[in-house]
């Protein structure tokens, strides 16, 4: 089984850390993609390598797909790319987690009308403008979709997502 | 369950972090002792709040222990209260894991002896000094220990740390 993380530097390190962690523990292959290949750099200055660009991303080969928060998610919602990646994965109905600023991503791909959802709380206007029933708890499962809040929800946020990917 | 981790300031963040958030995605309680109540800092500049002083740790309320790396194991082995700590669950037999300068502080224990262990690789040739066997790979595990040697093995680590703590 192969996982997609989307991401890009200044990520919020421990949402990308931990969730990397989490699924390689479980034996599942992970592929971080960013705007380009090679190494980006989290808020806390964590660097790890994007394996591959998001141009050449092929969403079909991933079984689900993570979008950490901190301030990549700014450049990310930006790229048609990124957005395209997104829809296919919500398209396929395949198990698509964010946490964070992770959302943004999600309301500019369009892919949140009539969801439940959560966020960080600096972006919880942006996703009632955009007609999403927030939630202000620590994870919101709402079908294939799992969000939370901050670092501090990555137990409940990392519970929720292993069980959807663990029920495919 | 509960799991306690013993460490202080510039402690390695995700070493600390990753296995806190795992063990709390399981529903486990941790408690994180440091030389004081209070907040500590990590290399990376996360700060968590250790909740209880290692002079108030009662060992036998917990089911195992973690020592995380950084420059934290520096200064918990001339610690008399941890190194009292730690001999007691080696004394119980309760799974301990430790990773990259963790390890460290079970020398200072001086409850190695006859072991099989890894750690980060500038502490090596202290651990054979010590007249330990070690192995320089992702994890070893040697009865109620687990080693290993830096953050890019948190997998390997948290699989066998949880293996070792659903068996109790």
């Known amino acids: 089984m192969k996982v997609l993380i989307i991401s890009a530097n200044r990520f919020e390190d421990s949402e990308l850390l931990v969730p990397y962690y989490r699924l ?9 993609a960013s705007l380009t290949k090679g190494f980006i750099k989290g808020k806390h200055d964590y ?3 994007a394996n591959i660009a ?7 080969q991933y079984s689900a797909l993570v979008l950490p928060g901190g301030k990549a998610p700014a450049a990310l919602r930006e790229n048609k790319q990124v957005l395209d990646a ?7 109905g395949k198990p698509v987690s964010a946490i ?11 892919v949140l009308q009539g969801r439940t959802a959560t966020c960080y709380k600096s972006v919880a206007e942006e996703l009632k ?5 927030y ?14 809040r901050q670092p501090s ?12 990917i663990r029920s495919r």
Chains 1, 2 share one sequence.
Request: charged residues 30%; aromatic residues 4%.
């Open 129 to 133: 403008a955009a007609g999403i029933d």
């Open 24 to 32: 390689r523990e479980e034996g599942i292959t992970v592929d971080i």
């Open 54 to 60: 998001i141009a050449d991303v092929r969403p079909e």
């Open 86 to 92: 997104v829809r296919a994965f919500f398209k396929a």
């Open 100 to 110: 964070c600023h992770g959302p943004q991503i999600l309301i500019s791909a369009g």
């Open 47 to 49: 660097e790890i390598e």
């Open 135 to 148: 939630q202000d708890v620590e994870v919101v499962v709402d079908g294939n979709l799992v969000t939370s």
């Open 153 to 164: 929800d990555l137990p409940a946020f990392m519970r929720e997502t292993m069980k959807k």
